[in-house]
């Protein structure tokens, strides 16, 4: 990568996101592939061809505040058919981690509040427990009654268990305590 | 007898798609495939996980392949599609990336197992265990649209799993227990995954897509691998009915589960009273 000349003056936010990903966005001649293979890009407000462009050219604000990265599935289908070998899929992660550590208000908020429930409820929990996390999405997003009678009726079929299982709990929390320990001594150095 | 495999369930297979986890320990028990659970596993952090931090989501994997290696087994079987490529994708960063190997050394404060090998069900059962030898039930009026989704195959540099838009591990092994499958074109499309909890009109429209498609080359079932998929396409199907003014009532079985029909296990030790679209109708004419 030290000599790969496409990583040298790049966009701060190219840069970020090669931090981030280890990927690099200048490597895109902009076939569209991504676009023309993601499942979601009829719902995205820039298509991830169009996105990745936008990093490149350092546009931070439409980048960062894009719906795009949060509706992305991680369907990896962009990734599998790159023909630069971008990993398109970790690229829209990055963005999604770069906005939030700049404290910028996802243009998506349930599927960051997903993100928050279903982390907190296995860092908790050591699994996931199911339950927990909609009731914790739902505090979040207070759309209290959203799928209220598919939750029913999968917990009649015993889809769904009312308690959870707490045996490797301490495990999570010590594995989630020192990620973020061993995550900002990095960004410190 | 010592257990062959590592058995990491993951968590859906403990709760929502709990039918895939009784219908895969059937299965390997009628074929003699010797599976252990792993004691003390734990989520492997799926999307969220990737979706905040990749040092997590490569962290949280390998503490389950550190707990198979404690039990002495190198071979892991993951049914979970989801899981199967978090703990594949953990083993391939670690591997490609010493710098994101370190971390995780450090979060986990101990040494990498080392030659850890992560499997599919579908490959243990395509791999020498010979089912057909083992049918003593034919299901001829079944028409099986082979349905793998995302992550079995993709990204197919990781996951180097059969061909990765038209795998056929699924429909070979189906057909050697004389089950009849179709080719069709929805094979690894997106179900839309976890934005059923927050963008349903999205998996709405992408399933919707699916079972239509499945309907049109004359499916009168599907099988699955994953049990994300399971949910968007079972137990969201009314919904999409409803949304779409159609009328599928596609039974959606998880593999496994019509494994265990053709090799006689009782359809209530399969876990099929759990779907949402009940498949008695179907079943009752085969």
């Known amino acids: 990568m030290e000599s790969n000349l496409t990583t040298i003056s790049q966009s701060q936010l190219a840069q970020a996101v090669l931090r981030e990903s280890g990927q690099n966005v200048n490597l895109c001649y902009q076939c569209r592939k991504c676009a023309a293979g993601c499942p979601i890009s009829y719902a995205m407000d820039y298509k991830p061809a169009q996105l990745i462009h936008a990093i490149r050219l350092g546009m931070d604000d439409l980048v960062l505040n894009s719906k795009t990265m949060w509706l992305c599935a991680s369907c990896e289908t962009c990734t599998t058919r790159c023909p630069q070998e971008v990993d398109v899929a970790k690229v829209m992660d990055a963005v999604k981690i770069t906005a939030v550590r700049r404290g910028i208000k996802p243009a998506i908020p349930q599927v960051a509040s997903f993100y928050r429930a279903a982390l907190a409820n296995i860092k908790k929990c050591g699994r996931m427990y199911e339950l ?7 505090m979040r997003t207070f759309e209290f009654f959203k799928d209220a009678g598919l939750g029913m009726k999968m917990f009649q079929k015993g889809k769904l268990k009312m308690v959870p299982s707490l045996s490797s709990a301490l ?14 001594k990095n960004r410190g150095a | 007898m010592t257990a062959k495999y590592a058995y990491y369930p993951g968590c859906s297979l403990h709760s929502t798609g709990s039918e895939y986890d009784v219908s895969f320990r059937a299965v390997c028990e009628k074929l003699g495939v010797d599976i252990e659970e792993i004691k ?15 040092l997590l989501s490569l962290a949280l994997p390998y503490q389950n392949l550190y707990l198979a290696k404690k039990m002495g087994r190198t071979d892991v079987v993951a049914p979970c599609a989801a899981c199967f490529a978090r703990l594949k994708t953990a083993v391939h960063e670690a591997a490609e990336d010493p710098d994101i190997a370190a971390q995780i050394r450090e979060v986990l404060k101990g040494p990498l197992p080392e030659s850890m090998n992560v499997l599919s069900p579908l490959e243990i059962f395509n791999g020498g265990t010979n089912p057909a030898a083992a049918v003593t039930k034919q299901l001829p009026g079944l028409k099986v649209a082979c349905y793998y989704g995302c992550l079995l195959t993709r990204p197919s540099k990781v996951m180097q ?34 934005l059923a909890m927050t963008r349903t009109d999205v998996v709405l429209k992408l399933t919707h897509d699916i079972l239509e498609e499945a309907t049109a080359v ?6 699955v691998a994953c049990p994300l998929c399971h949910v968007n396409l079972d137990t969201r199907q009314v919904e999409v009915e409803q949304q779409y003014g159609t ?35 179907l079943l009752a004419g085969v």
């Open chain 1, 132 to 138: 927990g996390m909609i009731i914790g999405l739902k």
């Open chain 1, 171 to 184: 495990t999570t929390m010590r594995i989630f305590y020192r990620v973020k320990k061993v995550e900002k």
């Open chain 2, 40 to 54: 003390g596993w734990i989520c492997c952090g799926t999307s969220p996980a990737h979706c905040t931090s990749r």
């Open chain 2, 161 to 194: 799993f059969d061909e990765c838009e038209y795998p056929m591990a699924m429909d070979n092994l189906l057909g050697s227990l004389g089950i009849t499958t179709l080719d069709w074109s929805y094979k690894t499309e997106c179900c839309g995954g976890a």
């Open chain 2, 218 to 223: 004359g499916a009168n079932a599907i099988s």
């Open chain 2, 247 to 281: 009328r599928y009532g596609l039974p959606v079985f998880y593999f496994t589960q019509l494994m265990g029909l053709a090799l006689g296990i009782p359809p209530d030790k399969l876990g099929l009273q759990k779907h949402f679209v009940s498949a008695d109708a």
